[in-house]
C-alpha cells in the first residue's frame, strides 16, 4: 500500500518569502500522479498544482513550484514571494495512475502554513 | 457554477439517528468520493464509485453506506450514529484518465452529540 508523509505539522514564514514544504512518499507503482492541495479556513479542498510521474520537468503554476525527485520518492512545494492569501494547511497527495481512480487519493497528514505579515 | 456540491454544509444530530449527506456533481465525471476528515485534519477515502463498480475502504463500519442514483450523485447514508462519527465528509469526483486531479464539494461538518 502507498503512503504519504509530511515530516512538518507546521511552517512560518515572513510575507513575501520563499517557503518549502516537504513530502516523501512510498510506492510499488512506476506511473502515478501528486498532487498538493490547499485548505485554507473555508475548508475547501483547492488544487495547487500536479504532477505526473512519467514527466521529469517538475510542475509550476505561478509562484508555486515543486521539486520532484522521483528516485528519492520525493515532492516538495515551493512557494516564492508568500502572501497572506497563502496560509492554509497544505496536503500532498498520491494516485495511482492504473485502475483510473478506484483508488482515490492517499493523503499526507498535512502542514499548516503561517505567513507572518 | 458550483462543480461539486454537497448538502447540508453542518449537520448536528443526537446518537443513534439516521442521517445523509448529499452530492451532486456537473463536472460529467465518471468517478465518484467519499472521504473523512477526522479533527486531527487527516483526510482517508471512505468509498469511491463509478457506474460500474463500488469499492469500500475495509475499515469502513458497514453502517456508512453509500448510494448514487445516478452518475452525477453519490450520496452518503449512515445509520446508527456514534460520537466517533463526529467529522468533516468531503464530496469529491474524477474523470479517470485525463489530468487525475479530484475536485472537491465544501464539506459536511457532521457533529453527533
Known amino acids: 500500500a502507498q503512503t504519504v508523509t509530511q515530516s512538518q505539522p507546521e511552517m512560518s514564514v515572513q510575507e513575501a518569502e520563499t517557503v518549502t514544504l516537504s513530502c516523501t512518499y512510498d510506492?510499488?507503482?512506476?506511473?502515478?500522479?501528486l498532487f498538493w492541495y490547499k485548505q485554507p479556513p473555508s475548508r475547501q479542498m483547492i488544487l495547487v498544482i500536479r504532477?505526473?510521474?512519467?514527466?521529469?520537468q517538475n510542475a509550476t503554476e505561478n509562484r508555486f513550484s515543486v521539486n520532484f525527485q522521483k528516485a528519492a520518492k520525493s515532492f516538495s512545494l515551493k512557494i516564492s514571494d508568500s502572501q497572506l492569501g497563502d496560509a492554509a494547511m497544505y496536503f500532498c497527495a498520491y494516485r495511482r495512475r492504473s485502475g483510473g481512480g478506484a483508488d482515490g487519493l492517499t493523503f499526507g497528514k498535512g502542514t499548516h502554513l503561517i505567513i507572518q505579515p | 457554477d458550483t462543480a461539486v456540491s454537497q448538502t447540508p454544509k453542518y449537520l448536528v444530530t443526537q446518537m443513534g439517528n439516521d442521517k445523509s449527506i448529499k452530492c451532486e456533481q456537473n463536472l460529467g465525471h465518471d468517478t465518484m468520493y467519499w472521504y473523512k476528515q477526522d479533527s486531527k485534519k487527516f483526510l482517508k477515502i471512505m468509498f469511491s464509485?463509478?457506474?460500474?463498480?463500488?469499492?469500500i475502504n475495509e475499515t469502513v463500519p458497514n453502517r456508512f453506506s453509500p448510494k448514487s442514483p445516478d452518475k452525477a450523485h453519490l450520496n452518503l447514508h449512515i445509520n446508527s450514529l456514534e460520537l466517533g462519527d463526529s467529522a468533516v465528509y468531503f464530496c469529491?469526483?474524477?474523470?479517470?484518465?485525463?489530468?487525475?486531479?479530484?475536485?472537491f464539494g465544501q464539506g459536511t461538518r457532521l457533529t453527533v452529540v
Open positions: 504532477q505526473e510521474a512519467y514527466k521529469q
Open positions: 510506492t510499488s507503482e512506476s506511473d502515478y500522479y
Open positions: 469529491a469526483s474524477s474523470q479517470a484518465g485525463g489530468h487525475a486531479e479530484a475536485f
Open positions: 464509485y463509478n457506474n460500474k463498480e463500488l469499492i
